[in-house]
Structures are given as C-alpha cells and as structure tokens.
C-alpha cells in the first residue's frame, strides 16, 4: 500500500516503480540493496518523541499516530497515512525527520531559505512538504482544522538539543490535492504506455546514485 511518503516521490520512474509494486506484487530489483542503521535510529527516535510528547499532555494536548485516509485514487484505492504529531489548539501538523548530523540539519534550513526568500526549490524538501501537506488534507478530511505543517528536524549523531529545528508553512490543500492529481496521472500514464514512458528524474537521488 502506497503511503503519503511514497505519493510526495517527485521522480516519476520512481513513482511509476513504486505504483507497481502495489499493482503487481514486484520488488525493486533495480535498485541496489543497502543495509541502514539509520533508518534503525530514526524508528526509535520516533517512537522517544511519541513517549516525550505524551509526558507533555498537561502543557499541550497532542493527538499522535493519528490513522487518516488520504484520498481514493483511481487503480490505487485508498490511501492511508500515519501522522507523528497534530496538535488541535494550533491546527497544526507535525512530521518528525532525522538527519546524519547538525550540518545536514542546517543544510537544510538554508534549503528552506532559499525556497522562501529566492523560489529556489530543492527537490528532496519538497518531497518532505508534499509528504507533510498530504497528511494535513487526511487531518482535515477527517474533520479537524489545519492551519500548518511543520518538520521537526532532528540530528542523529548529536549532544545539544538546541540542534533540533522547526520548520514551518502554511497549509496548502491546493499543493496536496495537486499531488494526488500527479500521482493519478502517473499511474494512467504507466497503465497505458508502460514503465518505459517515465521519466527518470535528473535530480534524483535513487535513480542518479542506486540504480543498476
């Protein structure tokens, strides 16, 4: 089942692959396996902040792990995602990320500039706010107000909590609702013209660095 993270892919081969996998039952097998603690250490971060948060309920009420069904999309189905944090008093959607170190973290922020001060986009940011937002229209749909979205951005290898950094938007249903259209429109561009009419993204990590 394909989840917000997977429907924020901004590489459309990577899209398409990932469409497949939920039709037919495949694997990736173009892409090279990587054993990752880090995916290890940021599970158990997640669920530390999910713990710390709840110790936190007499200062701020937080709903956590809310299951929220985020659009029907033609020959998907339903979509469903899990979000980290919504807190009702502020409207506000909260996605925790994990970085290698404060250097990552920082990079980026001044990503996060860039995109707000000179419409510089950096494509693997964007895909964290589309993934965000997506889980904003699920909050929503469900009846809740959203205001914002934030990521909370987290430094795995590090000794000073002042390293852990907030970024914040505006809730845009428009971005969110132009993601499901994308990933519609990929899926019928697959169903018709197969898996070789996708684009590959020249900026994507995956298909730049993993591929075979």
Not at 46 to 75: C, Q, S, W, Y
Not at 76 to 104: F, M, N, Q, R, S
Not at 128 to 148: F, I
Request: charged residues 30%; neutral net charge.
């Amino acid at each position: 089942m394909l989840g917000p993270s997977d429907l924020g892919e901004r590489c459309e081969f990577c899209l398409g692959e990932k469409i497949l996998i939920v039709q037919k039952g495949t694997s990736r097998l173009s892409v090279r396996r990587r054993f990752s603690y880090a995916a290890w250490v940021g599970t158990a971060i997640h669920e530390k902040l999910d713990r710390a948060m709840g110790a936190l309920e007499a200062e701020v009420f937080t709903l956590r792990e809310l299951t929220l069904m985020i659009a029907n999309i033609p020959a998907l189905g339903d979509v469903w995602g899990h979000t980290d944090c919504y807190v009702p008093d502020w409207g506000e959607v909260i996605d925790y990320k994990t970085k290698l170190d404060k250097e990552a973290v920082y990079k980026l922020l001044h990503q996060e500039e860039l995109a707000r001060t000179e419409g510089t986009l950096d494509p693997r940011l964007e895909k964290m706010w589309d993934q965000t937002m997506l889980y904003g229209l699920g909050v929503e749909r469900s009846g809740k107000p959203v205001e914002a979205v934030s990521l909370v951005i987290l430094p795995r290898y590090s000794d000073d909590i002042g390293e852990i950094k907030t970024v914040t938007r505006r809730y845009d249903r428009d971005r969110a609702l132009g993601v499901i259209d994308r990933v519609a429109k990929t899926a019928e561009k697959l169903r018709i013209f197969g898996v070789t009419s996708l684009a590959i993204g020249s900026d994507c990590y995956t298909c730049q660095n993993l591929r075979m």
